[in-house]
């Protein structure tokens, strides 16, 4: 028996947001942040370190490593990705090749996390409520306005942008995820047609997941999701049911457990991590319970069980994990497609709030970005200016004509949205979640494009490696000892230095050899110490803390 529904929408109310719109939107979120950029620290530099050399033919493909040192997060799917990109496209840089393989996976994200707000929405269970005379929304156009509002709703999450354009494990993980909702929705819509195009949808995700070291994901979610499935009497619950169980033992024999690799358990800090859902997850998660209040007699219904399992498996997998934003990421599609359903419920006291708060909070964003930009160009005014030097010594800013065009661009098109949303479309289902969608996508471009020169002297390795590439001799390899993957990546790719470690079989004499601190109280263990003369510390002029230690040869 169906309970009673609690969205009340009229047809005004569903009309679509103009795809050329959400498209250009799309473009303008995914694109910065993947394109010029250098690679950061640390997991994405050391991602890329051992893309190169699976490209190059000198790392294994089946144990993703840096100069033969494994790294911690052993998915081998995104590596495959980054180095068959580098084979193919030589004629790019191998830092921007590596980029477009997750230009893909971002996209193919966005694209699941609408479809999947579509078909739940076409479940019975999730229709409005029909009006006696006419005038409900048509189902076909209340899903479309609905999936509309789910994309915008992962957009608008904070914690999306940083992870989202790394290229890093994660992003193939939350396209994984997104895709096996994906392909559960449609196995469990009433009016799936193709239902080839669902199982290879799911085959798709479960794929992806067992082999990005996503093996308990993959267990948890298509355990229950399965049982749904089953439940419900979907007629291809034992197709999906062996494609899934062949997934799982493939993933389990590749990453030999059912946690990923990388995971280290942690049950301290709850005020951190509570932190940190608040924020990363923000304006989901008030939407999301919303959600489950309001249509709290559906909860077994497949519009909310699916996306709330979701949830609740990203969660918990991040509260154990030892990267928990990163862990957390693979719960945004859940949480977005619970918030879409908060819509239709929604008083119009509470969607001004949120678009109230929305503006002052994103205007205040773009008035402190473009403020502190200004300063870093002219000097004025000189309280920023002071502190962009203090916290970044040495930084030179350089003023690009095109950054600014599209950093003033967006500001306007920000302008105009904001007005456009105050004067008309009050009805839309989806208008409560275009300011806080808009308003994280501009920060973004600015950030990508105005200070992205502040950020890539920050974030990167490339300034430590160049300065420590002036200290060595020319022609001379350089000995590492006690790096990690990231910091021998970066004297590689950005220093244009032959690295060998302490600790590797080599004939190799090198004149120059670089220690990390950490190692430096049993560096006698591996080299003969008196061979050697200190020369400098190297430290990163955006944190001091991160030191290297520099030595010269004089033995020989």
Known sequence: MNQPTPAIVTQAAV??????????????????????????????????GAMLEMAAGVGPWLQPAVLGQPLTDAALLPYWLGAIAIQALPFLEPAFAVRIPFMG??????????????????????QPVAFAFGGEAHPTDYARALADAGLLAIVACLGLAQLSHETTPDLARLAGVALLLLGAARLLSPDAHRTWRSLLI????????????????????????????VTRRSRTAWAAGLIWMT?????????????????????DDADSFARLLLWFTWPAWPLALWTLWRWRRQWLAPHVALPLWLVVVGVLTSALSDERDRALLTALPGLAALAAFALPTLRRSVSALIDWFTLLFFS???????????????????KPAANVAKLAPGFVPD???LPFVLGALATLAWVWLVSWRVGRHRQALWKSLVLPSA????????????????????RSYGPLSRRIATLVPPGSCVMADGLNAGQLTALRYHGRLNVVRSDAPNDAVCRVMVVS?????????????????YQASVSRLTDSKETLLVYRRIGR
């Open 202 to 229: 799911w085959t798709g995700g479960a794929a992806v997941l067992a082999l990005s070291d996503a093996v308990l994901p993959l267990a948890a979610l298509g355990l229950v999701w399965m049982l749904v499935m």
């Open 15 to 48: 009309r679509r947001l103009p795809r050329w719109a959400l498209l250009l939107f799309c473009v303008a979120y995914v694109l910065p942040g993947f394109i010029g950029r250098e690679p950061w620290k640390l997991a994405d530099v050391a991602a890329f």
């Open 247 to 267: 997934a799982l033992v493939l993933g389990e024999w590749l990453s030999g457990g059912l946690a990923p690799s990388s995971w280290t358990a942690r049950t």
């Open 517 to 533: 601190p950490a190692s430096q109280p049993t560096l006698d263990q591996r080299v003969a110490l008196t061979d050697w003369a």
């Open 439 to 458: 308003g994280a996508t501009l920060c973004w471009l600015l950030l990508m494009t105005l200070w992205l020169p502040l950020l890539d002297f920050g």
């Open 105 to 126: 996976l971002l996209a193919v994200t966005l694209a699941a996390v609408w479809y999947t707000v579509y078909h739940l929405a076409r479940q019975p269970a999730a």
């Open 399 to 401: 003023f690009g004509l």
């Open 364 to 382: 205040g964003c773009v008035l402190i970005i473009w403020v502190i930009w200004l300063a870093m160009m002219t000097g004025v005014p000189a």
